[in-house]
Structure formats: structure tokens, C-alpha cells
């Protein structure tokens, strides 16, 4: 059963730099069946998509995040990460990776079929 | 971007009854349609994708329909664990969108 964690502070502060990192289970981040991506839900809101990534390193990101947002991969380690560059308490929210199944091949346009349980991060001084 | 729009926004139900969610879009997306299930501080589920295939351990009294603009996500025989917010979500075109959220609550 493939399984999802997300891990990474908790808090950061106005300007500086978000870092989280997905670890998956098994060695299943080197399937090129599958891309993974990140999600993100602030306080009482909606979905919002990040971005994703192929275990090869290709990556797409939500243009609305793209000058701020970098992904990658470590298949050494079956994780994949995500930085968000010069938060604001606009980027406060649970942050959620997850598998991607693809519906058209090579691109990111898929669903998320396995999620991770979630982490907090608040953006506060 | 694909605007995703969800309605209700929020419904009371009883267990048994039968619940209808629609997710129309702001562009035709063929049945690129995806529904998910979120209790309240978990993950979302995924439950339907394609519009109307089920997810491989989800119960059959969930069912999804519809194409172009219009989708349906059917709960036949509400249960108490089903009490929960449904979002439904495109993998048409880039950026991937979600739509706002139906919160499903106990009469």
C-alpha cells in the first residue's frame, strides 16, 4: 500500500523561504507510471494545485505560484520536494503531496489518487 | 483557468436519503471531471475520476455522471460516515482546478 508523509517546519517567517519534503513509500517515486504533486488548502478554504514533478525532474507549476515555486526529486530517498520563495500569510495552509495518475501522458494533467496526511504551515512573525 | 463552480455550497441530509452534488465549468472538459471526499482535518479522498469511474474501495452508493460542462456526483443512501465536504476537480487543462466545496451535514 503506498503511503505519503509530508514533513517540514511548521513555521515561517514573512519573506523567507518555505521547504517541505514528501517521502513515499517503497521505491515507488521511480515508476515512470506516475508524477506527484503538491496541494495546498489554507484555513477554511478550497483546494489550490502547486505543482508536479516526474521522477525524471520535469515539473509543472500552477503559473499563478510559478515566479515563487521550484520542485524536485531525490529517488535516493523516495521523497520529492517543494520550495516557495518570499512567503506572506497568503501561503498559510496545509500543504498536501500526492501520486498523481496521469490522463494524458506526460504532462500533469491527472488526478491525485493517494494523498499524505497533510502538514501545517503558518507564515507569521 | 477553468473556473470550477460547485452547488450547493452546503446541504443538511439524512442518512438514507439520496444527495446530488453538481460541479459546472466555465469551459466544455469532455468528462476530465474528478470528485473527492474530505472529512473534517484529513486528506481528500479520491472517489470518483473520469467523471464516472468509481475509485478501486469505494462504496457503489457513490456515483458520478455528466460531460462538457455539467457534472453530477450522487450519494444513493447517505450513511453517517459519508458526512463530509466533496470537491470536484478537472485534469483538462493546465492549471489543475478545484472547485469551492458542497459540505454535506446532518439533518
Known amino acids: 500500500q503506498l503511503q505519503l508523509q509530508e514533513s517540514g517546519p511548521g513555521l515561517v517567517k514573512p519573506s523567507e523561504t518555505l521547504s517541505l519534503t514528501c517521502t513515499v513509500s517503497?521505491?515507488?517515486?521511480?515508476?515512470?507510471?506516475?508524477?506527484w504533486g503538491w496541494i495546498r488548502q489554507p484555513p477554511g478554504k478550497g483546494l489550490e494545485w502547486i505543482g508536479t514533478i516526474f521522477y525524471s525532474g520535469s515539473t509543472f507549476y500552477n503559473p499563478s505560484l510559478k515566479s515563487r515555486v521550484s520542485m524536485s526529486v531525490d529517488t535516493s530517498k523516495t521523497q520529492f520536494s517543494l520550495k516557495v520563495t518570499s512567503v506572506t500569510a497568503a501561503d498559510t495552509a496545509v500543504y498536501y503531496c500526492a501520486r498523481v495518475e496521469t490522463v494524458v501522458p506526460g504532462t500533469e494533467l491527472g488526478y491525485f489518487d493517494y494523498w499524505g496526511p497533510g502538514t501545517v504551515v503558518t507564515v507569521s512573525s | 483557468d477553468i473556473q470550477m463552480t460547485q452547488s450547493p455550497s452546503s446541504l443538511s441530509a439524512s442518512v438514507g436519503d439520496r444527495v446530488s452534488i453538481t460541479c459546472r465549468t466555465s469551459q466544455s472538459i469532455s468528462t476530465y471531471l474528478n470528485w473527492y471526499q474530505q472529512k473534517s482535518g484529513k486528506a481528500p479522498k479520491l472517489l470518483i475520476f473520469?467523471?464516472?469511474s468509481l475509485q478501486s474501495g469505494v462504496p457503489s452508493r457513490f456515483g458520478g455522471s455528466g460531460s462538457g460542462t455539467e457534472f453530477t456526483l450522487v450519494i444513493s443512501g447517505l450513511q453517517p460516515e459519508d458526512f463530509a465536504t466533496y470537491f470536484c476537480?478537472?485534469?483538462?487543462?493546465?492549471?489543475?482546478?478545484f472547485g469551492g466545496g458542497t459540505k454535506v451535514e446532518i439533518k
Open positions: 517503497h521505491d515507488f517515486i521511480s515508476s515512470n507510471s506516475y508524477f
Open positions: 476537480q478537472q485534469s483538462y487543462s493546465p492549471p489543475l482546478t
Open positions: 473520469s467523471a464516472s
